[in-house]
């Protein structure tokens, strides 16, 4: 079981509807928490939020190759990591035979490419007991048809969490791999490309952030698509 009270944990893509609630979360349940987000307006605003809850507060673009360490690093100033959490994302829309190449790379680099550098630079600096949480989605369960790429690159990030998980055991690192069903954050409205298909009501935000909250502070490792509303 992680200790949350006192913990200090890096949310990296905080400021979106996802990341602000998992923030908030967290502070509710006693981290210390570093925002970070590429936008500095929306960062200051979502630290002012957190209060003395929080720690740090960074600007981060995840499509730059070095972010990652210079983001622990960072943290780290302020105090040492007990966990990283990293729900930047992006969607897109439409069929394989409208995808742009540069829509395709945002969606690798954000989704797939930022994750698997993150770990990389927390991997080796986690204390035992720390965790990583990664915000997959459904579609690596199920992936969707006119979401191909989105859906690829959540298919590999839960194939990489899945084999991070078994690496870091004997370390003690808990790994979560978090696929939520369509939530109300507004992502859909922001894709980089494509009409979304109509949606039923999805989650809120806070659902979704209270689950993955409680998969921390418990031994769960994987929270799979149905257990949002266990
Ligand atoms: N909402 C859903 O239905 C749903 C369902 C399953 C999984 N997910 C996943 O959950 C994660 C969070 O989604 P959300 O719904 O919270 O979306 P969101 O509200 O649009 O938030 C996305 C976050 O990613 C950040 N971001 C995008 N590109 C970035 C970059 N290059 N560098 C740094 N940050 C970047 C955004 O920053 P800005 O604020 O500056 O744009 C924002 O903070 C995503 O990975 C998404 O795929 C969402």
Redesign the pocket.
């Known amino acids: 079981m992680a200790e949350l009270n006192g913990a200090h944990v890096l949310v990296?893509?905080?400021?979106?509807?996802?990341?602000t609630a998992i923030s908030k979360a967290l502070a509710g349940a006693g981290a210390r928490v570093s925002v970070a987000?590429?936008?500095a307006d929306?960062v200051e605003a979502l630290a002012a939020d957190l209060g003395d809850q929080a720690a740090g507060r960074q600007n981060?673009?995840?499509?730059e190759p070095a972010f990652a360490p210079a983001l622990l690093d960072a943290a780290e100033q302020v105090a040492p990591l007990t966990g990283v959490v990293y729900?930047?994302?992006?969607?897109a829309f439409g069929p394989v035979g409208d995808l742009e190449p540069d829509v395709l790379g945002q969606l690798i680099?954000?989704?797939l490419t930022?994750p698997i550098l993150l770990a990389a630079a927390a991997a080796t600096r986690l204390p035992e007991g720390g965790f990583l949480a990664n915000?997959?989605?459904?579609v690596a369960e199920m992936p969707m048809k006119n979401m191909a790429a989105y859906s690829a690159t959540?298919a590999g990030l839960t194939g990489f969490d899945r084999a991070l998980a078994t690496e870091l055991r004997r370390n003690k690192i808990k790994v979560i791999d978090v696929?939520?069903?369509?939530?109300?954050?507004?992502?859909?409205t922001?894709a980089l490309a494509g009409t979304p298909p109509r949606l039923a009501e999805?989650l809120s935000?806070e659902q979704v952030a209270d689950r993955v909250v409680r998969a921390i502070a418990e031994d769960t490792g994987e929270l799979a698509s149905t257990s949002f509303s266990e």
């Not at 915000?135 to 459904?138: C, I």
């Open positions: 990296v893509g905080a400021t979106g509807g996802l990341g987000g590429r936008d929306k981060v673009d995840v499509t729900a930047a994302g992006v969607v680099a954000v989704n930022g915000l997959s989605a459904v959540k696929r939520p069903p369509h939530t109300e954050t507004g992502l859909v922001r999805g935000p």
